[in-house]
């Protein structure tokens, strides 16, 4: 989507990595770590993608559901906002206000078929119903930017477009999308890090290009650490540990 | 059931007064801010009836509304939920720019018409600056505050454009209002759509009547071409490639100055660049405020001056007695939308009610907006004391649905609306309502890669 990102709520609404990282006091009492905090908002952004690829809806409506429900969480308790409702409303809310609706029927349909746990199990009013709260605590604001335009932008700038550059760039963006970093990174940052990884990677000299950008190489070199972070502790996200953490709520 | 009791208090926070009209997805209430003294209109969107949660076209007008904050735009002031219904504070506003302009006693100025045509181009300018097409523009649309401003109202239709080759269906605007390129049935369209039917308005200012006013998508083109000439290809080369494109008979252009024998020779020359046939070659709203129209004189009126319609009058008990002679010529009230109930469309009562009241006289009209809801409140000029009948104003892709024909121009519907209506009643697949706004393939590619690459 291209709007005026610098005008835009998106951006006057970016976090300090602190404040994105604090545990509800109503999930602290119930001995929910900011490790406990962060795997559960992987494994929903893991769920809403599920369920988008089961009710077929476009990569941008996957993209901006994941961002509510992390957005959702910066002002919430999990404790009182269920993230096994959260999450599939989200995507629900973000198939709307990408004009992709999906029918609400259609996610409780599938709800069902992905998980037998009766946790897991909400109804179209339950959806209906937090839609609601979810709009409340997004405080509206709807309007979500993500780093892919700004990729192939970049990618075509580079002259790195070949098909072998694009799909591990984009996967790489598809991956920060189970971590927070657009809570706190303007999108186009966020797909330079992507860059910077993935030509690393495939050895590809792009130092000029960089430097003829003049963006802060720091910032882009943070983000980049805290993707490939993310990469390495990813081998201890077990599915025990998950549960573990959900069951603490 | 605790998160009713913060919901309540914002809603404590707002005095509930009279309707104001019933809008295009719920009904529209005046109300004070009791923190602030300010009035307000809060428009109540129905969402217990629906099993679709929150009105796609609401949804659409808070999320833009959301991102445009301009002295020409209508500020959402808030939201909040209130008894499972979905509340949206506006700034409450006098009355709309139709209103003036049909308006009788009223004479605008070229000064009065600057003016109103300035603030309608600095909102519009303000929206596409931010990459927002209205795609509704009309002056029913232009509200008008306590202090003269004109804002830019209703963005249920808006959208953000701005991705290449992005496609987006051709039915909006109301039909008078369309530019021809949509007439066309293109799908790929940007922010000119929106500057010609802000060249629309500005002939309607100079008029005082509907400029282009065809009674099908087909004899609108004809009209347009009346007016400035069948396009020839040298003028607009993509025109023979649009989907809908037809071959008109040749008709020369009249001389500009015969359609608008009192406008100065700068208004004809902006109205001439606004009303140019190829999207490409037409101006930029930015553009069109920097033309020398709006630098020469006179001067664009103050706000504050404008000519308003008489200030109306609250409805009080004696208007609506039956004894008193039928002197109310400029209702107090206008519905600015009229959109009749999901359960209108099954039976024929909503049908019934139209006609009786377009048939009674004014008096019994206000006695029975008590009682019927849906009834459309008089609009803002009685034409029966003229002996005419008001123009049948087109809405958007009214021609398919005609059902609201007999009502004479009362009712909008919207192409969302459709949507939301037939889906309800099931009779379009997923499939079509798909293809309603088409995607490039560019978002394809994204759906692919993002099934099929991850590395965890």
Known sequence: MAANFWTSSHYKHLLDQEDVDMVNPLDKEKGVTVEDFKLIKMHMSNYILKLAQQVKVRQRVVATAVTYMRRVYTRKSMTEYDPRLVAPTCLYLASKAEESTVQARLLVFYIKKLYADDKYRYEIKDILEMEMKILEALNY????FHPYRSLSGFLQDAGLNDLSMTQLTWGLVNDTYKMDLMLVHPPHLIA?????????????DTTVWYEELRVDMNVIKNISMEILDFYESNRMFTDERINAALHKL | MAELDPSKKVADRYLKREVLGEGTY?????AIDTQTGQTVAIKKIRIGKQKEGVNFTALREIKLLKELNDPNIIELIDCFPHKGNLHLVFEFMETDLEAVIRDRNIFLSPGDIKSYL???????????KKWILHRDMKPNNLLIGPNGQLKLADFGLARIFGSPDRRFTHQVFARWYRAPELLFGTKQYGPGVDVWAAACIFAELLLRRPFLQGSSDMDQLGKIFAAFGTPSPSQWSDMVYLPDYVEYQYVPAPPLRSLFPMASEDALDLLSKMFTYDPKERISVQQALEHRYFTCPPPPTDPDKLPRPAPKKEIKESDLNPREGPTVLSPPRKTRRVMPGRDGLEGSSLQGDKVDDTHSNRKQAAGENNTGKNDPAPMSLDFSIFGLKPPNRPTINSDPLIINDFNQGYLTITEIEIVDVLKAFSLMSSRELEELDHHDDWEKKTDEYLFKFSFT
């Open chain 1, 192 to 204: 330079l890090a992507c860059i910077y990884i993935a030509s690393v990677l495939r050895e590809k």
């Open chain 2, 118 to 128: 300035q603030m309608t181009f600095k909102g519009l300018a303000h929206c596409h």
């Open chain 1, 141 to 144: 604001y709807l309007v979500v």
């Open chain 2, 26 to 30: 719920g009904v529209v209430y005046k």
